[in-house]
């Protein structure tokens, strides 16, 4: 499958990515990752991003989209890929329609996974992440406890509220999302692509997809 995911922050992507991931071989790709394997590995487009990325700046979308035509060529895209929160703008989706113009790709569906907003302050105010950077593993006070103690199961480290998962930082991002991202859900409407889906549950939510696949 050659899927796109659009929803607010705490909507579930990474987790839906993992699960159709899972389902068909397809790969996930978020944007975060790619620039990290990029940087990690060296490359004359990565060495660009890191500098962006050290100086704490966007790294810019003309960067961003040689990184992409690069990563869909990998052999691991020919089964299929997740696009995991990218595009995030209307020039993004853009440019990224030119792309896979260019490489004679086309998508399959765009899945807009639609969260009513008490429900991700909710899943991203009770989340905790560890703080080891080599292990990062994803905790919820509620559904997924850490140890009574509040550390790591895996490597035992204390986990953390991100500074960006308290109730006035997530309220922000919300306002980012629906100022800038929100506007994508027209684009792939008009372009016929858009599937819109309620997602509480994330086992129901990738059963739609596959169905309307």
Avoid at 55 to 65: A, E, T
Avoid at 171 to 183: F, S
Wanted: some cysteine; charged content about 30%; glycine content about 8%.
């Amino acid at each position: 499958m050659r899927v796109i995911l659009l929803g607010a922050p705490g909507a579930g992507k990474g987790t839906i990515a993992k699960l159709l991931s899972d389902h068909d071989g397809s790969v996930q790709i978020s944007t975060g990752d790619m620039l990290r394997a990029a940087v990690k590995e060296g490359t004359d487009i990565g060495k660009q991003a890191k500098e962006y990325m050290d100086r704490g700046d966007l790294v810019p979308d003309s960067l961003i989209m040689r990184i992409m035509e690069e990563r869909l060529q990998e052999d691991d895209c020919k089964n299929g890929f997740i696009l995991d929160g990218f595009p995030r703008t209307i020039p993004q989706a853009e440019e990224l329609k030119k792309l896979l113009a260019k490489l004679n790709m086309s998508l399959d569906m765009v899945v807009n996974l639609d969260v009513p907003k008490e429900v991700i302050l909710d899943r991203l105010t009770t989340r905790r992440t560890c703080s080891n950077p080599d292990c990062q593993e994803i905790y919820n006070i509620k559904s997924k406890p850490p140890t009574p103690e509040g550390k790591c199961e895996k490597c035992g480290f204390p986990v953390i509220q991100r500074d960006d998962e308290t109730e006035e930082a997530i309220l922000n991002r919300l306002d980012t999302y629906n100022e800038k991202t929100a506007p994508l859900i027209g684009f792939y409407q008009s372009e016929g692509l858009l599937r819109n889906i309620v997602s509480l549950d994330s086992k129901k939510t990738v059963e739609a997809i596959k169905r309307a696949l």
